[in-house]
């Protein structure tokens, strides 16, 4: 796997050179190549990207809340994880739709005066900084409005606590420092206050038909057996899936 990635970048490199030489029209001269530095900052970026859309989108609340209703379920592989993540990502998609808009209009002016530039040269590092600053608000509002006031405020006095002095005096609970994992742990607190509704009536479920075998005195047969289509049936007849959708993507403000 990592040799196959180190040829994917590879071949990202070398295909930029070809469009950038055919774009100048002249052979042997090729334009500025981006020192090791720049190659490596454009590298990590793309390696954090990821973790940016998992942790600072409504995508960790989601998969979270849906693995904790297959586990109520019971059911080890329905939906398997192709799909729950597959689910939430298109449910991210909609979430973070207008968010993403606001942000593409932000930095759209710094966008378009930067379209001519290489994908990759000694300017993409201060480039896609200089995009991140100008489109950020918009994220920073989001991450604000679906933040808990407790989880900064806890942030926030720790931040004074361990940094020096002289950072002290700028600190801000709306810096993306204490904001971002105080948005991480509102997002994992709701996701288990969900969960634990989703398995109340499930755990009831269980509950009553464990008792019911155990009078019945039919102790060799796993209450599962029983208590799965009774809990699918509950999902079914109360359009739980719908529900659950809804109820997720209203969380959001």
């Known amino acids: 796997?990592?040799?196959?990635v180190r040829f994917f970048f590879l071949g990202l490199l070398l295909t930029a050179n070809t469009f950038a030489q055919d774009a100048t029209g002249q052979v042997g001269q090729l334009p500025d190549q981006p020192n090791v530095i720049s190659v490596l900052f454009i590298l990590a970026a793309i390696g954090l990207l990821p973790y940016a859309v998992i942790l600072l989108t409504s995508f960790m609340k989601i998969v979270v809340v849906m693995s904790l209703l297959r586990n109520a379920l019971g059911v080890q592989q329905a939906p398997p994880n192709q799909v729950i993540t597959g689910i939430a990502l298109l449910?991210?998609?909609?979430?973070?739709?207008?968010?993403?808009v606001k942000m593409y209009d932000a930095g759209k002016d710094f966008f378009d005066k930067s379209k001519n530039m290489a994908i990759f040269s000694n300017d993409t590092p201060t480039y896609m900084l200089g995009l991140i600053n100008v489109s950020k608000e918009p994220l920073r509002d989001f991450l604000l409005r679906n933040t808990a006031q407790q989880q900064m405020r806890n942030f926030y006095q720790t931040a004074y606590r361990i940094l020096p002095q002289d950072y002290r005096q700028g600190l801000s609970a709306k810096d993306f420092f204490i904001l971002i994992p105080a948005y991480i742990v509102t997002q994992l607190k709701n996701a288990f206050e969900i969960g634990v509704l989703i398995y109340l009536p499930f755990f009831v479920i269980d509950l009553v038909t464990s008792n019911i075998l155990l009078a019945m005195g039919m102790m060799m047969l796993s209450p599962l057996t029983i208590s799965l289509p009774l809990k699918l049936l509950l999902l079914?007849?109360?359009d739980g899936w719908s529900l659950l959708i809804q109820g997720l993507v209203?969380?959001?403000?």
């Open 1 to 4: 796997m990592t040799r196959f």
């Open 91 to 100: 449910l991210t998609i909609y979430v973070m739709f207008p968010t993403g």
């Open 236 to 238: 079914v007849m109360v």
């Open 250 to 253: 209203m969380t959001y403000k």
